[in-house]
């Protein structure tokens, strides 16, 4: 079975621009979520996707959209680009069923996104 | 609200046991995860235990949980040096009908030869 899969691993954009990022979740998995990773703030949330709906946000600006398409692959959109988004973007898929407590996330590797 | 809180760094020797300590602040919490990260890689689970547990144990993982104090922890039996890594406590929680997962700042363990 093949993982989440993160394209592209590295991204350098400049500020001001806009880029997208994808994820494919694994096969069977509804849920995606999206997170930012620097070495300042850690670990943090941006969104969750199940079923092609935003379930769950974190508290980013409203730069940061994403979207889920119906077989389940998601995006990651950030517009006008600022030096302070460069980060490890990383996704996570999970079943997404609300009555799956353990609901594991299993990572993708990331994309590294560089703004100069 | 949720806060998880690691410490930042842990050295320990080749053989050694490591033992690295997660707090949080939601008593409501369902499970909590040990996750690895490797440089240049993401987030890879350890293992998981369910809140009403205390101890999980997992070849050379412990995981043990005091509900009380809310501190969780992990034990690395026999340390290796592909043990090196950031490791991740999550707890996973209910908020406002949403199930949540919440990182700590993760721990960079170091093992030295």
């Known amino acids: 079975k093949a993982g989440v899969t993160q394209t592209p691993r590295y991204l350098i954009k400049t500020r001001g621009q806009q880029v997208t990022l994808s994820c494919s979740p694994i096969?069977?998995?509804?849920?995606v979520s999206w997170y930012q990773q620097t070495p300042g703030q850690g670990l943090q949330f941006l969104f969750e996707?199940?079923?092609?709906?935003?379930?769950n946000k974190g508290n980013f600006p409203g730069r940061f959209s994403g979207r889920q398409f119906s077989n389940s692959r998601s995006e990651m959109n950030v517009s006008t680009l600022e030096l302070g988004d460069s980060a490890l973007y990383l996704c996570?898929?999970?079943?997404?069923?609300?009555?799956?407590?353990?609901?594991?996330?299993?990572f993708g590797a990331g994309t590294r996104l560089s703004v100069l | 609200g949720e806060d998880v809180e690691q410490s930042l760094f842990l050295s320990v020797r080749e053989g050694d046991s490591s033992v690295i300590n997660c707090t949080y602040t939601?008593?409501?919490?369902?499970?909590l995860y040990w996750y690895k990260q490797e440089p240049g890689a993401g987030l890879q689970l350890l293992t998981y235990?369910?809140?009403?547990?205390d101890m999980k144990q997992d070849q050379r993982l412990t995981v043990l949980l005091n509900k009380k104090d809310k501190h969780l922890s992990l034990r690395i039996a026999d340390t290796q040096t592909g043990d090196s890594a950031i490791y991740f406590c999550?707890?996973?929680?209910?908020?406002?009908?949403?199930?949540?997962?919440?990182f700590g700042t993760g721990t960079k363990l170091q093992v030295i030869p």
């Open positions: 996707y199940f079923s092609e709906t935003q379930r």
């Open positions: 999550a707890e996973r929680t209910n908020s406002g009908g949403y199930q949540k997962v919440t």
């Open positions: 096969s069977g998995h509804r849920s």
């Open positions: 939601d008593s409501s919490s369902t499970y």
């Open positions: 996570a898929s999970s079943l997404g069923d609300r009555g799956l407590a353990k609901n594991i996330q299993y």
């Open positions: 235990i369910f809140s009403n547990m």
